[in-house]
């Protein structure tokens, strides 16, 4: 599944062939290019401790981590690249320039492994794929670091990924379900320095709703202003971090009842409320997952603020059952009492009991955070779902209230809303800190800020 490094070079339908003299002058003349000055591994100092945990967790086993590859978004057009979260966490190495490597722990012994990094080499200037090759040459994608200076830069021993033969077989971090599972379960709980880079993109992520308040007024007069919001938000992301952890979800009026709403393409009115669910990644490619449900006109309708503040009060009572100790599924079941109690004092359901009140929730409560958005996903329900909170965790807290715009079990003036009230929290010795806590969450909050930015 390892692109072909033999192969010949990924041209694409328009270069014009060079002539035999071209090729000839372009081997020549050519100094020893410098080593990159920006490469920087932040948490290389970390990672061997990591790869020792999983190291013990499979003696004498081969275990083959890989980077994952490039794929085609058209032609010789590739979609941007992002290491697998794995690959990244063993080896602090976060760049698009990661595509097609691999790590692998060798067997060293009967406990422990030996990590190796198969990396793409330099392009040698005595080819032409350094010019010619769009995917992989020089002059197209960059200088890539010797595998000296990975070596120095990660302290992993580096060799270069083999021309001929593939990866050596072993148990695949994408492949093999155990392997999987247990990277996911040694995942859960983050250290100082991961905290920190969350704490990262959740600061640029705060800076990213910010702009969208003061982008408002031109994305209301936008035929497309959801739109506007998501370019708003994204050219916050690219230009703090990486880029976004997952698609930003800009949905106006009744767009915010569908959940994962990304295609963005509708207009705003201001009798309307828009969901706002983004985050920034970092270059460490930790995300932030953060929803905020804002008034367009600046002022929540009684309605609109009577949906809020039922959505609110769940994260309250989610939030508050945040401890270490505490069952995964604890601070879903309460933020869900809330809900059910709420839509029965409304008069929306019979009975406070049973599960009728997912029909307007629609989904769980929260979930892990970290490199991915939905972190730690493979990792066991004992572990995770079943588990219990453990100090170093983090997640989101994120009820919401779905009222279809066609659900004839609502009042008409219920119709058509939809509120997600999502934060990001670390759990402490104590409880759980509020780890977005600069952006506003009560109504009144936010309707203070609205009106400071417009004002700003
Ligand atoms: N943004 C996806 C989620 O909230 O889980
Ligand atoms: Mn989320
Ligand atoms: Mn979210």
């Not at 000055?37 to 003696?59: C, H, I, N, Q, W």
């Not at 739109?227 to 979800?249: H, S």
């Not at 809900?339 to 029909?359: C, F």
Request: glycine share 10%.
């Amino acid at each position: 599944m390892h692109e072909s490094e033999n192969a010949a070079p990924r041209t694409a339908g328009h270069d014009l062939p060079p002539t035999p003299e071209l090729e000839t002058f372009m081997t020549r003349g050519w100094a020893a290019s410098p080593p990159p000055t920006d490469l920087r591994v932040p948490a290389a100092a970390l990672t061997a401790a990591r790869r020792a945990r999983l190291s013990a967790r499979f003696p004498g086993e081969r275990l083959v981590v890989p980077a994952g590859v490039l794929s085609v978004r058209s032609n010789d057009c590739d979609h941007r690249f992002r290491p697998h979260s794995a690959y990244a966490w063993l080896t602090g190495l976060t760049g698009a320039d990661q595509a097609g490597h691999a790590l692998v722990l060798e067997p060293d012994g009967p406990h422990g492994h030996e990590a190796v990094l198969h990396l793409r080499p330099r392009s040698p200037r005595t080819g032409s794929g350094f010019y010619r090759d769009r995917r992989h040459g020089e002059f197209w994608v960059g200088r890539r670091p010797e595998p000296a200076e990975v070596e120095s830069l990660t302290g992993i021993r580096c060799t270069p990924l083999g021309t001929e033969a593939p990866l050596p077989p072993g148990r695949g971090a994408t492949t093999d379900s155990e392997l999987a599972a247990v990277l996911s379960e040694l995942r859960l709980v983050k250290d100082a320095w991961e905290i920190d880079e969350l704490q990262r993109a959740v600061d640029h992520t705060t800076t990213g709703f910010e702009d969208v308040v003061r982008a408002l007024p031109r994305a209301l007069a936008h035929p497309r202003g959801e739109r506007w919001i998501e370019g708003v938000f994204d050219l916050r992301a690219r230009a703090e971090g990486n880029g976004t952890g997952y698609e930003t979800i800009a949905a106006a009026g009744a767009h915010a009842c569908v959940l994962h709403w990304t295609r963005n393409d509708g207009p705003l009115d201001p009798r309307d409320l828009l969901l706002l669910d983004a985050g920034v990644e970092t270059d460490g490619l930790y995300t932030a997952d953060i929803t905020r449900t804002l008034p367009l006109s600046g002022r929540f309708s009684p309605v609109q603020r009577q949906v809020y503040d039922l959505v609110l009060a769940a994260q309250e009572a989610g939030i508050a059952a945040l401890k270490p100790g505490a069952r995964f599924r604890d601070f879903h079941r309460a933020a869900m009492r809330v809900i059910a109690e709420g839509l029965a004092d409304w008069g929306v359901l019979k009975s406070r009991e049973g599960d009728l009140h997912r029909r307007y929730t629609l989904c769980s409560s929260g979930h892990m955070l970290g490199l991915d958005v939905h972190d730690c996903a493979q990792a066991r329900a004992k572990a995770y779902l079943d588990g219990v909170l453990e100090e170093g965790q983090v997640l989101t807290v994120e009820p919401g209230l779905y009222l279809q715009p066609d659900d004839e079990t609502l009042p008409r003036e219920l119709r058509g809303i939809g509120v997600r009230i999502e934060d990001d929290l670390v759990i402490t010795a104590e409880g759980a800190r509020l780890m977005s806590d600069a952006l506003p969450r009560t109504a009144a909050a936010i309707e203070e800020w609205m009106g400071a930015m417009a004002e700003g």
